[in-house]
């Protein structure tokens, strides 16, 4: 099974073992012996900082850090989110630059080292085992493989928008992305959150309005989703995931 980073800095009784399993026995450095039921840190200083990569993970400066999660191969992904970049845990313990340059931008694909991002706010993982990175302030969602350390654009150009429903993926506009998650038989929810709408790509790629009618406000529980009123949707919390969460039963929490 996996666990993420937010797992192994609450030491439950499973995540005791995972964590152990991921990053060997505690090292004589570590501040925080790890044991059932008790927090420790698993990455960073505590201080505001842009630290260099190539640190280890408790002593690598963060700047309000606002993701994790596991991905095949055992890929610890950080989302640093005003360093604008995703950092890689490594079994050893060091920290690499994923994705982003660490200064604000927006692309070019290709390489995700040299592709420059602006506030990377959520990963999920994908069916096909790469990550789907929300770039919130790019309203773009990117895609990043770590089988060849590539990024490339899912959806979005760029600028603030609303478009492309019943059009592909690749062709719709977005207000701020904020989350993903992916249901049972492939289809990707993005929470769209200026626009006050939860969008779902079906399994052949095409986008349509989930929940919310655009228009910000509370309205229509007991009635179709799509008719809803919503205020810029941010999401709960709940594990495993960020912002946005579909259940065993298919029931999406946002």
């Known amino acids: 099974s996996t666990c993420s980073l937010a797992l192994l800095a609450f030491m439950g ?14 090292r004589p450095e570590e501040v925080c ?29 963060l700047y309000l850090p606002q993701d994790v999660t596991v991905g095949p191969g055992d890929e610890l992904l950080v989302l640093d ?6 950092l890689a845990v490594e079994p050893s313990g060091n920290v690499r630059r994923a994705i982003g340059t660490g200064e604000v931008g927006d692309g070019p694909e290709g390489d995700a080292r040299t592709m420059a991002i602006n506030h990377p706010t959520h990963l999920a993982v994908s ?33 603030r928008g609303f ?6 993926l690749s062709e719709a506009l977005f207000d701020l992305p904020v989350a993903t998650a992916f ?10 959150q200026v626009n006050q709408r939860i969008r779902r790509v079906d399994p052949q790629g095409i986008v349509r ?14 009635g179709p989703a799509a008719v809803a009123q919503i205020q810029l949707p941010g999401g709960v ?18």
């Open 13 to 26: 009784t499973g995540a005791h073992a995972c964590a152990q399993a991921r990053l060997g026995e505690v």
């Open 33 to 61: 012996v790890p044991m059932p039921g008790r927090i420790c840190t698993f990455v960073g200083t505590g201080q505001a900082g842009a630290g260099d990569e190539g640190q280890d993970r408790l002593r690598i400066d």
């Open 81 to 86: 989110w005003n360093n604008h970049r995703v």
């Open 127 to 159: 069916p096909s085992g790469t990550f789907v990175v929300a770039v919130w302030h790019n309203s773009k969602l990117i895609e990043f493989d770590p089988a060849t350390e590539t990024a490339a654009t899912l959806a979005g150009n760029g600028a």
């Open 163 to 168: 478009g492309g429903d019943g059009g592909p």
């Open 183 to 192: 249901g049972p038989d492939g289809s990707m929810f993005i929470t769209d």
């Open 209 to 222: 309005t989930f929940a919310g009618n655009g228009m910000p406000g509370f309205s229509g529980d007991g």
């Open 237 to 254: 919390s709940p594990p495993p995931s960020g912002r946005l969460a579909l259940d065993s039963a298919g029931n999406l929490y946002f």
